[in-house]
């Protein structure tokens, strides 16, 4: 929710090393939810759809419920014919607008934003400002879940498509520091600590001119996520 953009960035060495299998031959990224939008509306948020070697997958989902509906029909997207979403972390900015859309889609194809991909600890509970309950995707889980949608929670770094990889939850390597302090996590035992966004992830696309690597807020250090 602290985020001020969302990083885009090309890195154009380690792909070199892998077999032509290993690469993703066709690559396309619209920006669909950010503060700048020359077509349609912008926000303080994130969405992005990804188009694959013909996989197409929706990385975050805006900041307000229609912002990303909106937008893609402004662009003449349509996202009935995805079937994958991936949630970079719990904050709304990047979350709000998931329920809208698997519900909007769902209506002409049921398996529309049917799949979503997140990182353990997502739905760890958090408090903030005395909240109950700051982490709106505990409620989330539950009315996705009862659209027929399906959370794949991830521990680590996994291909979902030849060439396109999720980071899963990133090892904090070095003391980069990308988070605000007002959200504390809340423990088993009723105690809270400081939360450091332990599920934000990242996607990684391997293609023949190099690595291409879409962040949410990148909570856990660009630097952190590329190594």
Partial sequence: MFCRTALLAAWLAAATACSAADQARALDVRILSTMLADEGFGEWGFAALVVADGHRILFDTGAHPDTVLRNARELHIDLSDVPDVILSHHHLDHTAGLLTLRREYSKSN??????????EGIFLSRTAAG????????????????????????????????????????????????????????????????????????????????WVGISGCGHAGIVNTLE
């Fill in 110 to 119: 049921p398996a529309a934003l049917s799949r979503a991909h997140v990182g």
């Fill in 131 to 210: 909240e109950p309950e700051a982490n709106h995707m505990i409620a989330a889980r539950r009315e996705y879940e009862a659209t027929g949608g399906k959370f794949i929670v991830y521990d680590g770094p996994r291909e979902i498509f030849p060439g396109v990889w999720l980071t899963g939850p990133v090892p904090r390597k070095y003391p980069e520091r990308n988070w605000n302090t007002s959200e504390m996590l809340r423990l088993a035992d009723g105690k809270t600590v400081e939360d450091n966004l332990p599920e934000d992830q990242s996607l990684i696309v391997v293609t023949a001119r190099g």
